[in-house]
């Protein structure tokens, strides 16, 4: 397999209903007041006009070393024991990056300075856009590869892969100079509203990858677990 490159930039941003919100604000089950559900409505549609949703991704032949999993002509390796798991049945691996935008950033920060419930209903519809997109992103990757099996979504910071590698992971993606996208020196990604993950390719379905609460590094101080919830990033292998 040829190493893949390409800029995705969706026709129109993801369509993010009330109840997609709902998990992100921690009802676990029933709904929130009208106020709520008229907040979290207007919430949308301020998020609608300030998202430009931009993806980049590229698939690259796999190669198995000592020491963690190398992408052809790539210097990014794929480092711990939990990818290369995830990755064991897989002979190629496509990396992924996307982000709402800056101004989704913007909009969140200036919702928060103005009133902190609102910012917060603000925050978690842009978490909900975000993750929504990252389906889209995988939906068109998968199209490229008829008659392949897939793993989930894999990123930096779960379980032992580690949130060292944004860096290297953003460059050989170009991110910062497809989509805008860069890393801090404390490994998070900026604009804020962003996600890097690695899928697995492969010629038969994926076995046993790694995936779930127990796996996750900050599991014990997960927003979710603590209120009896579940973050959805992990969903399963098509």
Known sequence: MDTIRKLYIPDN????????VFHYLGYKSG???EGTVALIKSCIEQ????????????AFPLKRAGGGIELENCRLRLIGSDIAEHLKDCGAAVLFAATLSPQVDRLIRQTQSK???AGLIMDSCASAAIE???????KEIKSQFEGCFFTTRYSPGYGDFPLEVQ???LSALDAQRAIGLYANDAFLL????SVTAVIGVGNKPPQ??????EFCRIKDNCWFRKRGLYCGVSKSAE
């Open 13 to 20: 941003p993801p369509a993010v209903k009330a109840e997609d």
């Open 208 to 213: 046993g990858s790694k995936t779930g609460c």
């Open 31 to 33: 709904m929130p007041d």
């Open 132 to 138: 929504l997109f990252c389906d889209i992103v995988e």
């Open 167 to 169: 860096h290297d992971f």
């Open 47 to 58: 998020l609608e006009k300030a998202m430009n949703p931009k993806s980049v991704y590229a």
């Open 115 to 117: 009133d902190i419930a």
């Open 190 to 193: 900026t604009p804020m509203k």
